[in-house]
Structures are given as structure tokens and as C-alpha cells.
């Protein structure tokens, strides 16, 4: 019989795996994961994307194990592993899911199909999620077919016939892949029994007040589904969180416990963002290109190229001067993780304070997420520096975030330990202390990089200065019809009118996973 060779990728689970179920109907199943160096030394990837990687990649060759087969594990680029193979096997039939990555990825995904022509593979690739592979999508009924996709029933794990094993490579460490150590101090555990844990704690007690409290990094670090490693690696689906989110809502429905009100708005907002995590992806899978350029072609060269380097560097190192942003930056590099409220507030003041490109800020962002997901990081790097010419343009304050999100200064004073002296509210703005002081008030702590009001004004005033044209107004129309988020045609009868309003009033979207 023709081997079956189910090629995981963002993909590390048995369950509800699409291609893997119908590769078991069609034969013997050899499942490979290929490791690409080339990948590794991107600049948007990272040792502490590897290194969660690496564990849900250790996790699955465990469960296939105790199922009587075994990963096949190949360093190297994908058409020579899948030629070697090639030549060991005769021929095989390819399967996986599609893959939404960066340019890198749809460049390798190209060369393979070509290959697999040439060599007269059958390489069958099953949608994953609620991305389409469509080159004229209609977002008119883009919603509604991903209902019913979510609805669909869970592929459960399927009976396998796992085919003999071949030769496997070793799971490469951070050194043999060249990454260096970046920083890390505390990494999520990864592999999908950590994931079900988390959704389990998460819908069962984390949750209750996840509307409330997600916005705040000193409270979203609990409440927060923290799922979004998980849902990057595809150690658990989408449409299995979606149906465990929706099942809990029926079992409050019905049981109406004194705290079933606050727990349905929790949930209906959780559920409302797994939605929007394959919104903002399918942005990238029909406009490749926004990994480099502005949905809105008018702010091309606006933000002069390469941004200060000294600058970049001062807020990467969280060494602004400004307490919120600085915290919220060590924290995000000690743990690789900080909710969105803080994603966006860090490439607000990128963007507009230091007038930084939203390119060099996201990469430097995307190395630092360990759930670094393509689609949705850079459509929000664009929403948040204002080039999408469709969203409201947003410009955070760190200081009110810091007095609204860490009112007590808490969170600054353990991030940011040479403010821990610091009493009462002056710890959100330290050079108040002194107001005729030349020199930082705390030793050690830099002084402010730019003054906020006035830099940000100049950052709207460049803004508007394009947005208001005839050309941006009509531009924004296009950029509307081809990715706004609408459930139908009357949503779509009205994009002209909304996308001549002065200010385009998509609303903005908190991706708190």
C-alpha cells in the first residue's frame, strides 16, 4: 500500500487533525515533522519560540509512541528531506494542513508543490481553521462560513495504521539550530496536556472575570486564557476551544449559578476573539504582502527607513524612561508573553513616540512572543502604528495605561527595580520628583527618550495629514471591501460611506487569548 506521509507543521496533535484523519482512511500513516535550520535564523524567530516548539514537538512523538508508531524527525530544507523519502519509499502521498506563515514559509510551501508536480506527489493539504485559500474571498459571508465551521464535530483520533519506521534525526537544541540565549527567564509549558489543562482551568476558574480583567498585565497573567502558544503550535484546534467555550456557556445556561452573568459575558468575549484570531490571519493569507507593506499604500515611506537605531534599542531593553512601557517590556522579555492591552501600548509608543517603522518594531516584537502568530501580529503592528487607513488611529498614553492598569505601581516597582524606592503615584512619572532636576531622580534610570505629548502630536499631525486626502478616503474603500470585518451584504453596502468618514470607525479589537 502507498504510503500516507502526514507532514505536521503548525499542527502538533492527533486530535482534530484533518489531514491526519483522512490520510488513515487511505493507508499506512508515516508521520514527519522536518526542522529547517533556514527558518531558524529568520529575524522574526527566536530560541524561545524553538524551545516551546520543541516540547510540543517532544509531546506528540510521545503519543504517537504509545500508539505503536514513530515521528520521523528530519533537519534539513523540506524538498531534500521529502526527495530522500522519496527515494527510500518510491512514491507517497503527502498531507498536511494549510499553513497562514510568513512570506519564508509560503515561499518553502511554492517550491513544494512544484516539487511534488514534478515528482508526481499527491500533496493534499486540509483547511485548519477558519483561514480560506481563496484568491477572490468575499468577506460579504466570511463569518458566517466560519459558524459553521466551528460548529462542524471534532475529528476525533482516528484508527492508524502507522507505517515501518525510518531513519530519524535527534530534536536539534537551541545551539545546534545557532540561537542564542535571549533572555528568557520563565517559558509556558508546552505540548497539549498543558494546553487542555489551561482551557480547562481557564473555563472552569480563571475565567469568570476575564472581561474585566485582561486588560491589566497584573491580572491578565492568571485570567487570561494563555491559550495563544497553543493555538500558534496547533496543540489544540480552534474549533475544539470554541466548542469547550460554548459548552460551558450551556452548562451556566442551565445550572445558573449566582455568577452565571458575569461568567456568559467572559465567555461570549472569549469566544468573540478566537473569531478574530482567523479574521486578522486571513488578512495575510489573501494579501501576503502586508508582512512588509501597508494595507494603505499611502503611508509607504512615512515612517523613514531604518528608524533610529539608538531608540530601538533603549525601548526593546524596556529603557525609555517611561515606568508602564519599560515594566511592560522586561516582563514581555523575561516570560515571552504580555496581553494585548500592553502589545498594543508597546507598539503605540514605538510607532508614534519614537516614530519607529511598524517593520523594525514588529520584528523585534515577533522575536519576543513565544506565540508569535504572523497573521495576526502583523495586522495589528499596521492597526496599531495607523497604516491600515480603515482603523481608528489610537494613540496610548503610558501614563494613564500605567495609572488605569497598575494603579498601586506594583507591577513597575518588580520590573523595574530602580523604581522600587519609589513612593505613591510619582512611580508612573518619575521626573516629576524633581522638576529642576538635569539628571534622572532615580540612579540608573534613564530620563524620559522623547516627551509624549509632543512627539505623538507630530506622529497625528504627519497622519492625518495623508488620511485626509482624496486618495487615502478613496484607498481606504478598497482596503475595507477586501479585509474589513462585516457580516453581510448591508455591512457592505455601507463601506464606501464609512471609508469616507474622516475618521474610519472600524472598532478596535483586544486579542486577549
Known amino acids: 500500500m502507498t504510503i500516507q506521509l502526514v507532514w505536521f507543521k503548525r499542527d502538533l496533535r492527533l486530535i482534530d487533525h484533518a489531514a491526519l484523519a483522512d490520510a488513515a482512511r487511505c493507508g499506512p500513516v508515516l508521520p514527519l515533522v522536518i526542522v529547517e535550520p533556514d527558518y531558524w535564523q529568520l529575524p522574526d524567530t527566536s530560541a524561545r519560540q524553538w524551545q516551546f516548539w520543541r516540547g510540543c514537538i517532544a509531546e506528540l512523538s510521545t503519543q504517537i509512541a504509545t500508539q505503536g508508531g514513530q515521528l520521523i524527525i528530519r533537519s534539513g530544507k523540506a524538498i531534500e528531506v521529502l526527495d530522500e523519502l522519496r527515494r527510500a519509499f518510491g512514491t507517497f502521498d503527502l498531507w498536511s ?120 498585565p497584573v491580572t491578565a497573567e492568571q485570567t487570561c486564557s494563555r491559550l495563544s502558544p497553543h493555538l500558534a503550535y496547533g496543540t489544540l484546534s480552534v474549533r475544539e476551544v470554541y466548542q469547550a467555550a460554548q459548552q460551558r456557556a450551556a452548562q451556566l445556561a442551565r445550572e445558573r449559578p449566582a455568577n452565571h452573568s458575569i461568567w456568559g459575558r467572559s465567555i461570549r468575549s472569549f469566544t468573540a476573539r478566537l473569531h478574530w484570531h482567523c479574521h486578522f490571519i486571513q488578512k495575510l493569507e489573501r494579501e501576503p504582502a502586508i508582512e512588509w507593506e501597508p494595507f494603505a499604500k499611502i503611508y509607504i515611506g512615512m515612517r523613514p527607513r531604518p528608524g533610529d537605531a539608538a531608540h530601538l534599542q533603549a525601548w526593546s531593553e524596556g529603557r525609555t524612561g517611561y515606568p508602564f512601557i519599560d515594566a511592560a517590556m522586561r516582563y514581555l522579555n523575561a516570560v515571552g508573553y504580555i496581553n494585548f492591552r500592553m502589545r498594543a501600548m508597546l507598539m503605540s509608543f514605538a510607532t508614534y513616540d519614537l516614530w519607529l517603522p511598524w517593520q523594525e518594531a514588529g520584528l523585534v516584537l515577533a522575536r519576543k512572543f513565544v ?3 504572523p497573521g495576526i501580529h502583523w495586522s495589528q503592528c499596521q492597526m496599531q502604528s495607523g497604516e491600515t487607513g480603515i482603523n481608528t488611529v489610537r494613540v496610548y498614553s503610558p501614563i494613564k495605561q500605567g495609572h488605569d492598569q497598575d494603579p498601586s505601581g506594583d507591577f513597575i516597582r518588580a520590573w523595574v527595580p530602580e523604581l522600587a524606592g519609589v513612593a505613591g503615584a510619582l512611580v508612573h512619572e518619575p521626573w516629576r520628583i524633581d522638576v529642576f532636576a538635569n539628571a534622572s531622580p532615580c540612579p540608573g534610570y534613564p530620563l524620559r527618550i522623547v516627551d509624549h505629548k509632543a512627539a505623538t502630536e507630530r506622529a497625528k499631525n504627519e497622519i492625518f495629514s495623508r488620511r485626509k486626502s482624496a486618495e487615502a478616503r478613496a484607498e481606504a474603500q478598497g482596503v475595507y471591501i477586501k479585509h474589513g470585518s462585516r457580516a453581510g451584504l448591508r ?7 464609512r471609508a469616507l468618514e474622516p475618521k474610519l470607525a472600524a472598532p478596535q479589537f483586544s486579542l486577549d487569548l
Request: proline residues 6%; charged residues 25%.
Open 97 to 216: 494542513h494549510e499553513e497562514t506563515g510568513n512570506g519564508w514559509t509560503f515561499a518553502r510551501d511554492r517550491k513544494v508543490k512544484a516539487w511534488t508536480k514534478a515528482n508526481t506527489i499527491p500533496w493534499a493539504e486540509r483547511q485548519q481553521f477558519g483561514v480560506h485559500r481563496e484568491r477572490r474571498l468575499n468577506r460579504d459571508h466570511w463569518a458566517k462560513r466560519w459558524n459553521t465551521m466551528m460548529q462542524q464535530p471534532i475529528a476525533s483520533t482516528p484508527d492508524i495504521i502507522w507505517a515501518e519506521p525510518v531513519a530519524s534525526d535527534p530534536l536539534p537544541t537551541c545551539d545546534m539550530l545557532g540561537l542564542a540565549p535571549d533572555g528568557l527567564v520563565h517559558l509556558q509549558q508546552p505540548g497539549r496536556a498543558a494546553g487542555v489543562a489551561l482551557l480547562h482551568s481557564f473555563l472552569s476558574e480563571r475565567g469568570e472575570h476575564y472581561t474585566r480583567e485582561m486588560s491589566s
Open 371 to 373: 506565540d508569535f502568530e
Open 491 to 497: 455591512a457592505r453596502r455601507g463601506a464606501k460611506a
